[in-house]
């Protein structure tokens, strides 16, 4: 597979976010309204799209919990299912949820629901009391020691030295600035700002294709490959084709994320992947197989 440059996603790539992002997003909700979905639903989640911001899909859970109270007779999956068809996001969710209750139910629900509180939960879960104070200039009211110190890093210093040595390399991440710094700091990645978009560098979030297309630009890259975990990640790659027809740009997912298993694997090939790999240390050797199924131009 052939690439002038290579972007990587960083939750699910390059580290292991299963026991702090995820983590953060299950115990804010539990937090906050005393129940919550199980860790293994955030999953159904993404795959209905439009979640790539880890704290709108906390507000899309509680949302889902607030709405069981009054009744809501669906389960996670049947919820989620009624996001994707509703366009993805926490948007959607909110409109299944109103469409779904009556005027007293609805009415209770959104008076109960609190977004900024639940971010406020979910950055000291995530990040710890000492990290809340730095990054978010506030006076924590809870003392964690923050889940971002349990994020073993996936991509190997072979990996990176190889990756960095052939490629052109950038980042595209949800991440806001200062909390991709510190994963991208562990990991030994060392990527320019202008070869890299977070959540504070771009408002639409993937699967848009602007950062990606960007980046490419920035590159004067022929290929592009991107790298993530998710199914927006790979529709990035292929809305990037369809917005950039002059450059190639292939998705590929790596399965140390929740897309695990075949039935992951058909998720990824579904969504567009032009491969689908065990983790990123994998991802050196497919760029060396002129035989590796492609998509895009």
Known sequence: ??????????????????????????????????????????????????????????????????????????????????????????AAAETVVLDALDPAERERVMAAWDPDRLREVFQQLYLGSDLYRDLEGGEPDMDTAGYIHDEPVVLTAETRERLQERFDVGVLTGRPAAEADIALERVGLDVPDEHRFTMDDWAEGKPHPDALVTLAERFDAEAVVFVGDTLDDVRTAVNAAEADPDRTYRGVGVQTGGLTGEAGREKFERAGAAAVLDSVNDLPDLLDDETATTTGN
């Open 1 to 90: 597979m052939n690439a002038d440059a290579v972007v990587l996603d960083v939750d699910g790539v390059l580290v292991d976010v299963a026991d702090s992002y995820r983590r953060a997003i299950v115990e804010s909700v539990a937090t906050v309204y005393g129940e919550t979905i199980e860790k293994g639903a955030i999953q159904q989640f993404k795959d209905a799209g439009g979640f790539n911001n880890d704290w709108e899909l906390t507000d899309a859970a509680a949302l889902y919990v607030l709405a069981r109270r009054e009744g809501l007779a669906v389960d996670v999956a049947g919820f989620t299912d009624r996001i994707a068809a509703t366009g993805g996001g926490r």
